[in-house]
């Protein structure tokens, strides 16, 4: 049994290209099993759902498509990517539900497909969902509005990893307008989500009109003060992207601080548990969060990047006892009929939605960490 051997590997470099390589037949599983599904939480069963396109988590499964065209030139990844950002472009035709999530649906679709192939639709449309977000900043609170109907002062901290999407597009276009939004928005992270521990707010509320301050909201956490594991993830590898886009080192101390909270309350298997503070820090009974571990994992080796050899070391080796662990205990390796790789992910434990299942963000993200360790160069976010 694949998992068995790998359990008794003490570092993921040990078994790394064996991973890779075992990779590469569970995607292609994965590519007969979901067919032209868009995955988002596999429970039990192990059968991915299939949401709605303009879903914020329609881009996920295309990106680790692209990622393995990427790393490995074959022919049948690139051909079941290629039509995705048509397919979620399509949902802008009617009414639809897009907001401040449009990076997580044009970076891993539109935006690598042009970076890789050069098509031009894929960098119209890239260009099409930049000028959509910059459209969301409120400029009396420097911030990017999230979702719609009336949280018209909402921002969360979720957004962090949508800003790289506005710093392609400044690149791209030469145009400094859409870094101005993102750093404006940055810098918000900075001020009023990530607290002086390191730990992270998920949801601030501002006066829309003022742009005053108004509070935190628990949102996905399990309170307002509390230190939801994905939001920290989401915080770790969105200020660190800022960085590499800016070189302003604001942004990378804020990504090392957030890491270093994140790490200190790991358990001894190095995945997070679902909320830092639930219940009242007695975790021993809670659900752990392997989306939340696998964007960590990768957004630490996007700091170690930034750093000298030496000090990344500590990012760099947390990342891979993140990964080893997810290996080992975390994946369907050995379960061929089931749709994802990762399963122990958690949603939303507030509203009790998706405990204890597979998400397909954790999947992405374990891939796109993965790949890095390879030597992928290419970055999504």
């Not at 609170?141 to 979720?158: E, M, P, Q, S």
Request: glycine share 8%.
């Amino acid at each position: 049994m694949v998992q068995e051997k790998w359990l008794q590997a003490s570092k993921l470099s040990d078994i790394l290209p064996e991973v890779w390589e075992a990779l590469q037949p569970k995607v292609d599983r994965m590519i007969e099993q979901l067919k032209d599904k868009s995955p988002h939480v596999a429970k039990a069963d192990g059968k991915y759902d299939n949401m709605i396109l303009d879903w914020w988590t329609s881009a996920f499964w295309p990106g680790i498509l692209w990622i393995m065209y990427d790393m490995t030139g074959k022919e049948h990844y690139r051909e079941a990517a290629w039509d995705w950002d048509e397919r979620i472009e399509l949902c802008t035709l009617r009414d639809n539900r897009f907001h401040h999530d449009v990076g997580f649906q044009y970076l891993p679709t539109a935006i690598i497909k042009h970076k890789i192939t050069g098509d031009k639709d894929g960098r119209r449309r890239g260009l099409q969902a930049a000028n959509f977000l910059a459209g969301r900043f409120n400029m009396a609170g420097n911030f990017l509005r999230a979702w719609n109907d009336d949280k018209t002062g909402w921002a969360i901290v979720d957004s962090s990893m949508n800003l790289s999407i506005l710093f392609w597009a400044a690149e791209e276009l030469k145009d400094p307008r859409f870094k101005h939004v993102g750093k404006a928005h940055a810098n918000t992270v900075l001020s009023r989500f990530i607290r002086e521990d390191g730990s992270v707010n998920h949801i601030i509320e501002f006066d829309p009109e003022s742009g005053e301050y108004l509070g935190s909201l628990g949102g996905q956490g399990a309170g307002p003060d509390s230190s939801w594991s994905r939001g920290q993830s989401w915080a770790l590898h969105g200020m660190a992207n800022v960085y590499r886009y800016t070189g302003d080192i604001r942004y990378l101390q804020a990504a090392r601080r957030v890491a270093h909270y994140f790490l200190a309350c790991l358990p001894d298997d190095y995945v997070a548990h679902w909320d830092f503070r639930a219940n009242g820090g007695d975790l021993a009974s809670e659900e752990r969060d392997t989306s939340a571990a696998a964007c960590a994992a990768s957004g630490l080796l996007e700091i170690a990047a930034a750093l000298p050899e030496a000090e990344g070391r500590l990012y760099r080796d947390a990342a891979e006892r993140m990964l080893l662990s997810l290996t080992q205990h975390y994946g369907t390796w050995d379960r061929p009929e089931h749709e994802a790789i990762l399963v122990e992910g958690t949603g939303h434990k507030p509203a009790g939605q998706n405990i204890n299942v597979s998400l397909i963000y954790g999947d992405y993200y374990y891939v796109e960490a993965l790949a890095k360790l390879m030597g992928w160069q290419r970055r999504i976010f």
